[in-house]
């Protein structure tokens, strides 16, 4: 059995279609065709059959899938330490964020980073907290930061760093008239984050300790779009203290607060895959990191 033909495996079991996979692999569909052949015959086992105009893989294929997977890691973990004992100075670190997360805080880390290691090229792609923790088990990431659940899972991604924040209501100067404390909160409106992200979560478990059904007439997956519908008075939002930081302090948004209501409370973590070893630019992301202790408070 061979490392080639394993990947090979791998990519087919991903894209379904034996073009795509030969793209991907720069190898013709004949030469992918026949180390999937010679892997089965190694293995006395069919692994995929025709599904239309696909490929699917057998109760085999689905049983030698994740032990594949795993070989690939573990080819990767050996090249980045192998790299790492070379004291490589250049690569790729991929990065996962929140959207919102993306557009403000990470921009700042990523300023830090830049500084200290100028010719690392640098990839970021965003998506939930459930995709990017998901993406670091796969070893798709080497890093990722989110808005952190309230309990992580213990066979979940190592948190390397955490920056705890407020989540705050906060509307339009002059929304109901300037006032900044409001006894009840049903009829109000609120422009909220769609339900089923992270932040939403934590706003439904604060209102629902406040014994509160709040009235929602819009929802959104990014903050930025919040903001726009707070701006002209359609409601009011909840949204993380340091995405609205700037309109707080030019005056254009107002922090609404409720009577008798604890803060809200959340957190940024940044967090590797548990157990990987971490490239040289890797570290070093981590190592500044650790040292940001104010980085949500950066302009």
């Known amino acids: 059995m061979e490392f080639r033909e394993i990947r090979s495996f791998v990519v087919l079991s991903d894209l379904q279609n034996i073009t795509r996979a030969a793209e991907v692999l720069h190898l013709s569909p004949a030469a992918v065709h026949k180390q999937i052949k010679m892997l089965e015959q190694e293995l006395g086992a069919r692994l995929y059959e025709k599904a239309g ?87 798709a990431l080497d890093a990722a930061m989110f808005v952190a659940p309230e309990a992580m899972d213990a066979s979940g991604p190592d948190i390397v760093a955490s920056w705890p924040y407020r989540i705050v209501a906060v509307a339009a100067r002059e929304f109901g008239g300037g006032e900044r404390t409001i006894g009840d909160p049903r009829e109000l409106p609120f422009v909220l984050f769609k339900e089923g992200s992270q932040i939403e979560r934590a706003i439904d478990a604060h209102f629902l300790r406040l014994g509160v059904q709040p009235r929602v007439v819009m929802r959104f997956d990014h903050a930025e779009a919040i903001k726009s519908m707070v701006r002209i008075g359609v409601g009011i939002g909840m949204l993380p203290r340091w995405s609205v930081s700037a309109e707080l302090a030019s005056g254009d948004f107002v922090e609404v607060k409720f009577d008798d209501a604890t803060p809200l409370k959340s957190r940024i973590v940044l967090a590797v895959r548990r157990g990987g070893i971490l490239p040289p630019a890797v570290r070093g992301l981590v190592e500044i990191a650790r040292h940001e202790v104010d980085l949500l408070d950066r302009e």
């Open 53 to 139: 105009r696909r490929l699917r893989l057998t109760q085999a294929g689905e049983t030698l899938l994740p032990y594949a997977r795993d070989l690939m890691v573990r080819c990767r973990e050996t090249v980045a330490a192998f790299e790492e004992w070379k004291d490589a100075k250049r690569g790729l670190l991929r990065l996962g964020s929140g959207a919102g997360i993306s557009v403000i805080v990470l921009p700042r880390l990523l300023s830090l980073f830049r500084s200290s290691y100028p010719d690392i090229e640098v990839t970021v792609d965003t998506g939930s907290t459930a995709s990017l923790v998901h993406a670091l088990g796969e070893a």
